[in-house]
């Protein structure tokens, strides 16, 4: 199940979200989803861990149709409030989509994934509802905030304490594991370290989206692709139909034998007949 928000998580939440690291982030992850997803105006998303509608209000300025999902029905209502009727909210669980099959263009997983339980099965059902891609966005282990955020856990901060952070290779191994060896593409966001926050020029996000595996931000996108399977039908021929054809087939190969035809000519080409 794993972390659920109360309203004591939530104002945590907030706080971070208004930080320079929390501003950089969402001042940068248009531009980043835009990248990976490519996404047309009409399409449908689903922000699994809505939260309270922060990276709603993003996807539906890049012109798309948004639905969401939260655990906690604290930000569900909250959600609700900021958006009105712009977006379909739902309260479930990530592991077990209220959707069918295919429902959506896309799927995004921002900033939730760190607080689950149970992750692959969380993007097996992304991957389920989702009929062209996935987006996952978490916060890097291997960043410089990263290592920050993990001290902070150490000493029992109310929101990273509960966090399992990530880095591009465990998440790429968890979204290969979900959905077998399909198309993964990246990038990132480079957020400087808190101690150096008083070094950067005034007003200035210091980002790079491109590739940096050690950027505070991670940004994966996987292209589901599907496989077809054929299954095997019950014959429905009647008995005496069924019966009648094997007989016009006995007859068939006595009447090739009196011909002179052997069975084994039969399973030549026309070449190499001719060569024979």
């Known amino acids: 199940m794993g972390l659920i928000f109360d309203d004591n998580s939530v104002g945590f939440y907030d706080s971070w979200r208004r930080s320079v690291q ?3 982030i969402e001042g940068s992850l248009e531009k980043l989803v835009g990248s990976l997803l490519a996404p047309r105006p009409g399409q449908r998303v689903l922000d699994v ?4 509608g922060n990276h709603l209000l993003i996807l539906n300025r890049m012109g798309l149709n948004i639905s969401g999902t939260d655990a906690s029905q604290t930000m569900i209502l909250k959600a609700r409030k900021r958006l009105g009727h712009r977006s379909t909210l739902k309260k479930a669980m990530a592991e077990d989509l209220p959707f069918d099959d295919n429902e959506f263009d896309f799927v995004t997983i921002i900033n939730s994934l760190e607080f689950m339980d149970n992750p692959l099965q969380a993007l097996r059902e992304a991957g389920r509802v989702a009929g062209s891609k996935v987006f996952v966005g978490v916060l890097n282990s291997l960043s410089w905030n990263g290592i920050l ?11 990273f304490g509960q966090a399992t952070f990530y880095n591009l290779w465990q998440i790429k191994s968890l979204m ?3 959905y077998g060896p399909v198309p993964i593409s990246w990038g990132s966001i480079k957020v400087v370290p808190g101690f150096m926050e008083d ?4 007003g200035k996000a210091f980002w790079n989206w ?11 996108s996987a292209t589901i692709e599907y496989t077809v399977r054929t299954e095997n039908l ?8 069924a019966s009648q054809a094997l007989i016009l087939a ?15 000519e039969r399973s030549l080409s026309v070449s190499e007949k001719r060569r024979k």
């Open 250 to 264: 006995g007859s068939t190969k006595e009447m090739n034998h009196g011909r002179g035809v052997q069975e084994s």
């Open 49 to 52: 861990g809505c939260g309270t």
């Open 176 to 178: 290969q594991l979900a």
């Open 149 to 159: 955020n993990k001290i902070h856990g150490y000493f029992n901060d109310p929101l």
């Open 199 to 202: 070094l950067q020029p005034s």
């Open 234 to 241: 019950p014959l429905k021929a009647k008995l005496k139909t």
């Open 22 to 24: 929390g501003r950089a």
């Open 210 to 220: 491109k590739h940096s595996p050690f950027g505070f931000f991670l940004g994966l």
